[in-house]
């Protein structure tokens, strides 16, 4: 039997624009199946505008909740979602913000982006509230506002699937995918103040052409040496959709992962956050501070229909 389509967002690269909208359905015994049969309706109003415009390379993918999703199939659920879990240790903080519904469209025409989002918002009405709405963009050559390359290891080409959707371990869900955010908003102005040098060490790669750096020279609380796990072998890895965003006031990162298990980003942030019992943490996180903090699961396109009821 073939794998169930995924939503479109999930595997492709991205285009340079980016939106993402978070919203709370505000009674959810009410409420939940109308929002369901919205969210279902998404892949066609992607559809058409891309067809209208198919040099934009418009995708979007949309998500549900764990709180909605037991609202709306209580007896069907995939066995890994869970509310994410909040973090603090020495003032770092990741908290846990939650979220119903989250939508993620991609193309070149930020426009195109905002013309979905205001067709699903007008389509669920008073029956949402925005709690998170975050405009991406491309900056310069795909870096963070740091400066830094971001997305330099992942995966590309058939290894996307195999990384970001749901397989034989749950195949009544296969196609699916968990869905890992995080809002970061940086200090730059603190950033600039560094030496490149120790800019550097803080990531683990050169800042010019993003090149690891060698063992020796990279510290255990680089960013990189936090992030990368590996077993039996084998790098645990995640598809990451992250975009810069802001205002002059502020700005950061839009941190989103999309993977087979919520296992491997809440490994990764412990390690990042100081909480997995080595004492280290990555130190990127003493200039960029989380504000939100969400799980979602990304049903395959024939998940999403069932779950219009």
């Not at 749901?166 to 600039?192: I, M």
Request: net charge neutral; glycine share 10%; charged share 25%.
């Amino acid at each position: 039997m073939p794998t169930p389509e995924p939503q479109d967002g999930i595997l492709p690269q991205p285009g340079p624009s980016a939106f993402f909208l978070v919203l709370r359905v505000l009674d959810h015994a009410r409420d939940a199946r109308g929002v369901g049969r919205a969210a279902a309706g998404v892949p066609a109003l992607a559809g058409k505008l891309a067809a209208a415009e198919p040099a934009a390379r418009l995708v979007a993918t949309v998500s549900i909740g764990p709180e909605l999703w037991d609202a709306l199939s209580p007896e069907r659920r995939p066995a890994g979602l869970r509310r994410f879990r909040s973090l603090e240790v020495d003032g770092r903080r990741a908290p846990s913000t939650g979220g119903d519904v989250l939508l993620h469209v991609t193309s070149k025409r930020p426009d195109l982006n905002f013309e979905l989002a205001q067709q699903l918002r007008c389509a669920l009405g008073d029956r949402v509230v925005v709690f998170d709405e975050v405009h991406g963009f491309k900056y310069r050559d795909g870096r963070d506002l740091t400066g830094f390359i971001d997305g330099t290891e992942n995966p590309k080409g058939k290894a996307r699937a195999a990384v970001a959707l749901v397989g034989n371990e749950d195949p009544a869900f296969a196609g699916s995918s968990y869905v890992f955010t995080q809002r970061y908003v940086h200090d730059l102005a603190r950033w600039a103040t560094l030496p490149v040098r120790e800019q550097e060490g803080i990531y683990g790669r050169r800042k010019a052409d993003s090149k690891e750096l060698s063992d020796a020279a990279k510290p255990p609380t680089a960013h990189i040496a936090r992030t990368v796990i590996e077993e039996h072998g084998e790098e645990l890895e995640i598809v990451r959709h992250s975009f810069p965003y802001g205002t002059t006031s502020e700005h950061g990162l839009f941190f989103i992962a999309y993977c087979r298990t919520l296992d491997i980003p809440e490994r990764m942030l412990a390690r990042m956050i100081g909480a997995s019992g080595d004492g280290l943490h990555d130190r990127l996180m003493e200039f960029s501070r989380a504000v939100t903090g969400a799980h979602f699961f990304a049903p395959s396109l024939a998940g999403l229909r069932r779950l219009a009821g």
